[in-house]
């Protein structure tokens, strides 16, 4: 079959071109849609044979967004609200892919992007004002602005567990899955890691393979979705009254419609804590750490929450031992991103599921026929790495990001990424980052913010081009403060308290530093905003 992307995609790159935007996911592609529209030239590279970015790669068992559809989707275009019809709450994988690809033809954005090309160096030449930007299959071109629209969660972390190479079965990561599928049908597999891809991995993984071990180190917190077919009416709703609602959406503190519940956790009677806990457990999905207005800053209100869950798990899976080792303990609820699942604790019930501590018992190594924990060996035909990211910066470090004088991104972020805004860094003119670090990012919903930074970008593009500026450039102190700012709002709230990837804490050697901005998706469009209409203050223009 011929896919779309080799029929209608930029096969010849110019020499010199307005913009570079690396990345053909939710961001790339709005980017390429916003930036053409001002008739600028662009010039898009993608890793992936086609678009769709984290959806593009995350393509194992049971993977779907844990955002509502209806809310993670693009907003820019009334039509295209109008002419999809969603058919499930949450969407799973297929869906979602099949919504950006529809975007992508509908708006014949492939045109300008070299697909299956990764881009390896991003050099700034301080002379011409100029970035030039190479790649891994030779092509070079230099362009005034450069957009990283590279994703969050686009670098898969795989530990490196000595003997790995001795397996003689299959070995995926649930970051990039196979284009054609996995069929585990009466086979022994080894699934390693418990975060959001494990959890929603394991249930439909366990129901085809023959015995299916649960490598378990950190227990998680997870919420049910209740996942339902939508409901034709409410879609209807949604999409009549769309402008009100992303607006509200806009103004809220995570870019969805389950906004926070003003009311304290313990401000109300033991009855009323646990008649709010349970209306949000059925009503399903991630806003149930918003169903108080504190349990993600008061460690009393958190555990409140915490124990209702840990009961809720006690309840459902039915080997006590088992509950007890699913039940999290060393961490507040919420501060690792919670989970939201579709039968996870009820998998444990089954008779070819088994947990296996690995906290207590590490991995020691794999071996040609399975894997070794300190106390006992597993048999395996296939391992399943479900162990997540180098998350938020590190697509972006794993470029070469550079200026001619020698001074690399690398370099610049080794304590830790400084970021004006999360959108630029200095000594690093007209360089964006879309939902960089420093921005609300994965706290929030990711095509409301990515929209909002690419709206950001766009505008700022379009100053500096009628007003005849060369460049843009976060000035040290303004990024000084802010990178001060957004951790002094993190180290406001528990999410300190939990070794996450939020804080860089799952790679070996990363700094530990919170790499979102936890202060809300509200609070930070305001600044952007007033940023934008005063002429930008806290960058330099030339
Ligand atoms: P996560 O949330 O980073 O989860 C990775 C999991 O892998 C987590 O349970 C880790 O345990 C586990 N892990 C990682 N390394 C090891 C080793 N060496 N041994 C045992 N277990 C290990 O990644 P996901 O892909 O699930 O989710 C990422 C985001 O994607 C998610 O939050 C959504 O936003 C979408 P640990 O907790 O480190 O003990």
């Not at 990345?23 to 980017?31: D, I, N, P, W």
């Not at 993600?296 to 080997?319: G, M, P, Y």
């Not at 913010?449 to 100053?463: L, P, R, T």
């Amino acid at each position: 079959m011929v896919r779309n992307s080799e029929l209608e995609s930029a096969d010849k790159v110019p020499a010199q071109v307005d913009v570079v935007i690396v990345g053909a996911g939710f961001a790339g592609l709005y980017a390429q849609w916003r930036l053409s529209k001002l008739g600028l030239a662009v010039q898009g590279f993608e890793a992936g044979s086609d678009v769709g970015g984290t959806w593009y790669w995350n393509r194992y068992p049971g993977a779907r967004c844990d955002v509502e559809s209806l809310e993670y989707s693009y907003s820019f275009s009334p039509e295209l609200l109008q002419e999809w019809e969603w058919t499930e709450k949450y969407a799973t994988q297929p869906e979602i892919l099949s919504y950006i690809e529809h975007v992508a033809t509908r708006f014949n954005l492939r045109r300008r992007i070299r697909f299956s090309t990764q881009v390896s160096s991003v050099e700034y030449q301080s002379a011409e004002s100029r970035w030039v930007v190479r790649t891994d299959r030779g092509d070079e071109v230099s362009a005034r602005f450069c957009i990283m629209a590279t994703g969050c969660l686009s670098l898969p972390r795989r530990p490196d567990f000595p003997g790995l190479d001795s397996f003689r079965g299959r070995v995926f990561h649930t970051g990039d899955w196979p284009h054609e599928g996995v069929d585990f049908s009466g086979r022994r597999v080894g699934i390693i890691g418990t975060g959001s891809s494990g959890i929603q991995a394991i249930p439909p993984i366990a129901e085809q393979a023959g015995q299916l071990f649960v490598f378990q180190r950190t227990a998680n917190y997870s919420v049910p979705a209740h996942n339902q077919q939508l409901d034709p009416s409410h879609q209807r709703w949604f999409k009549n009254n769309s402008s009100d609602l992303r607006d509200r959406m806009r103004r809220s503190s995570v870019g969805t419609l389950t906004d926070r519940n003003p009311v304290s956790a313990l401000a109300v009677e033991p009855e009323e804590r646990e008649r709010v806990f349970e209306a949000a457990w059925l009503r399903g999905g991630a806003g149930f750490t918003r169903c108080f207005s504190d349990l993600l800053t008061s460690a009393k209100a958190n555990e409140f929450a915490s124990e209702f869950v840990r009961n809720k798990i006690r309840s459902i899976v039915q080997d006590p031992q088992v509950a007890d080792l699913l039940c999290p303990r060393d961490y507040p609820l919420g501060a690792k991103r919670i989970c939201v699942d579709t039968g996870y604790y009820a998998t444990f019930n089954r008779p070819n599921v088994r947990l296996v501590d690995v906290r207590r018992a590490p991995i020691i190594g794999v071996v040609e026929d399975g894997l070794r924990t300190s106390a006992q060996s597993f048999e395996l035909d296939d391992l399943v790495f479900a162990t997540g990211y180098d998350a938020v910066t590190g697509a972006l470090l794993d470029m070469s990001i550079r200026r001619d004088d020698g001074m690399s991104l690398k370099d610049k972020w080794s304590t830790g990424p400084e970021t004006y805004l999360g959108l630029m860094t200095a000594g690093f003119p007209n360089l964006f980052f879309i939902t960089g670090p420093g921005s609300p990012s994965v706290l929030s919903n990711m095509v409301l913010s990515i929209e909002q930074h690419v709206d950001w970008i766009a505008n700022c593009v379009g100053f500096l081009t009628s007003s005849g500026k060369r460049y843009i450039e976060a000035t040290q102190q303004a990024e000084g403060e802010w990178t001060q700012h957004v951790a002094a709002v993190a180290d406001k709230t528990l999410f300190p308290h939990a070794a996450s990837w939020f804080l860089g804490a799952n790679v070996p050697g990363k700094p530990r530093v919170f790499l979102p901005y936890a202060g809300g998706v509200d609070a930070y469009g305001h600044k952007c905003r007033e940023v934008e209409q005063s002429g930008y203050p806290g960058f330099q223009l030339s």
